[in-house]
């Protein structure tokens, strides 16, 4: 399913999808930093705004 731009929570805090490639979603966090995670350490947070 294609998340971009969808906020979300990780494990090294809160950010929005740039991508999904198979079970990965790269992230850039609110911290500026940009990360991969996988799939399932990647929640929907529909707490942000």
């Given amino acids: 399913m ?3 731009g969808q906020r979300v929570s990780t494990p090294d ?3 929005e999808v740039l991508e999904t490639v198979g079970d990965e ?6 911290s500026g930093e940009t ?6 350490d990647v929640a929907d947070d529909s707490t942000a705004n």
């Fill in 2 to 4: 294609d998340r971009k």
């Fill in 13 to 15: 805090g809160k950010g």
């Fill in 35 to 40: 990360k991969t995670f996988p799939d399932d």
């Fill in 25 to 30: 979603v790269n992230v850039k966090l609110d």
